[in-house]
């Protein structure tokens, strides 16, 4: 079979094709678009047209988006209205009372400054239920709920989202509702809490509800324009898009919870980085840098680190669904380099962006930036850059623009710029480890991107990992890790019980109905009967807590002996979250979770070509490094690692180039590389 992984990023999109019968791979990058559609239709038909096969033999198209995340970023979603509990239509509002910084008097809190629906577009309606089993009270006032559609409809609201207390515990004045809502509006985009997100706390569900509504017709109107122009093209493959949790989900799905998508993108990235580690992926971290960013992941043994539920938030706003948990911080190869008031030298957040792009680009830029710190360094040779011809006198003009200003030469002036950025880089890395009582130097770094491997090298000795992965096409791993993903889907319910009393016949029951919904998605999805897994899971907490820990549930029949196990696995992970656990104390069961899976075919590596020294060794250049504290340059081999040969080691300092990336070994370091095309290097 023959399957196509797109990610669209805001500079490139990257295209990698698998054919499964011969074993082979073809990449390539493409100039993002006005038009993603029209990108990625052309994208489609050369990656074709090199495999020479027709668009219609495709089995699977894949695809990672940032549609829902620049939405929800740039505040540009729809015109949104909500309709909740009466007496309860500021609770988007109010939040918490939590302050984002417990001690600033000069703080932004996003929902308030920034409200994903206008508080006259919120509409209260008469309706109540009531706990532990969602008892109705008062019943819904189906006239105010219509009056209300009407009001929405008449101030020109695109989408809708239903908002209820205890509608977790029951729904059905939720799902009466979105029918009035529909009925009135057939053109809005309308969705439930209880469908979004069935859990109690009513900020961060009706929050995690707002924003799937205010992304959805933005959404919705991109998936159906991407599918309909990819069918044109005589693609008859799935289009399957990818979500934060890991997995992907067909457009139907995505398209009415987009919510899913927030980190679409980046995780292709994380998935690329596991597939390229294969077996020694126990401990890995993930380092994705781009032209704006760097995108941080973790795996363990466990597999891959979901964020906890109340460090979930995008943009400043509280999301509660399975997220895959990342760390996108300004470090990447456009972030500039300036000067504060007090003389200080900082490296991002902001960059120069694709246009005009760092100084180097020669389109017109003039600050100094991490790419153009690199093209002084020499560790982005010229002549050796690719397609791109990278302009040296222009970057060394802008790194002296801030060197001047600090009485410093512009190699000492570039070197101290990438000081800085591999710090920040370092700093994301230790929240990510350190802080979550993990020891860095006992994982696997894997850096891509265009300008990861680049700063890969330094940035592990700088934390102690022992070790550098570099994959084959780092420039593309994003989009190959979408190749590697399955069709996932997470459910959720809040069931609150102590766990020394729960009631096992209602818990398995709870599991029982969840876990048939899952299977019968997979199977509308296409997915066969022997291809489906579903795990369970419980969100656990001492009692008095105020949030809980996510704790895997036994395969097999929820019995006294699989809750037994749940409560020593519960005092094992948060001893290791918080250091600390107290084995005497009451355990609360929150909430039930299910991940149902069906298993599509996978990229796998291929081998590649013996390779010859001679043939790969180009030239040497002249490279600037920190060696015993001193800025110095020394000469440097630099390699086409596409002809490098397999297990053959070289010592640094050395440069490796390709197309999409370069790679810098540092001196002290050695490289290899494997019979797959991987680049190690032992740092």
Known sequence: MKAIGIDVGGTFTDFVLFDSEAGEVAVLKLTSGGDTSATMVEGIEELC?????????????????????????????????????????????????QRPQNYSIQQDIPWQARPLVQRRHRKPVRERLAPPDGEVLVPLDEDGVREAARELAAEGIEAVSVCFLFSYLNDAHERRAAEIVREEMPD????????????????????TTAVNAFVGPRVEHYIDRLHTRVRESGVTAPLNIMQSNGGTATPEVAAHKPVTLLLSGPVGGVMGGIWSAGDRRRHLATLDVGGTSADIGIVTEEGLVEARARDTWIAGYPVMVPIIDIETIGAGGGSVAYLDQAGGLHVGPRSAGADPGPAAYGRGGTEP???????????????????????????????????DRLGMPALETAAGIIRIVNENMAAALRMKTIQRGLDPREFLLCGFGGAGPLQAAELARILGMPEVLIPPNPGVTSAAGLLT???????????LQPLSRVDLSQLERAFSEQEEMLRQQLLADGAGEEQITVERAADLRYHGQSYELKVALPAGEVDVSAIEKLREAFHRDHEQEFGHSFPEFEIELVNVRLTGAGALPHLRHSPVAAGDLEQATLREVEVGFTVDGSDTRLRTPVFERDRFPVEQPVEGPAVFVQLDSTTLVPPGSEARRDEVGNLFITV
């Open 49 to 97: 047209r090199q495999a020479d096969a027709a668009p219609a033999e495709l089995g699977l198209v894949i695809h990672g988006t940032t549609v829902a995340t620049n939405a929800v970023l740039e505040y540009d979603g729809a015109k949104a209205g909500m309709i909740t509990t009466e007496g309860f239509r500021d609770v988007t509002h109010i939040g918490r009372h």
């Open 188 to 207: 809005a985009f309308v969705c439930t809490s209880s469908e979004i997100v069935p859990q109690f706390r009513e900020f961060e569900r009706f929050t």
């Open 369 to 403: 930036t991490v790419t153009d710190a690199n093209v002084v360094l020499g560790r982005l040779p010229s002549e050796l850059a690719g397609r791109l011809a990278l302009d040296r006198e222009a970057a060394e003009a802008a790194v002296s623009s801030v060197g």
């Open 485 to 495: 993903s399955d069709l996932r889907y997470d459910v959720s319910q809040s069931f």
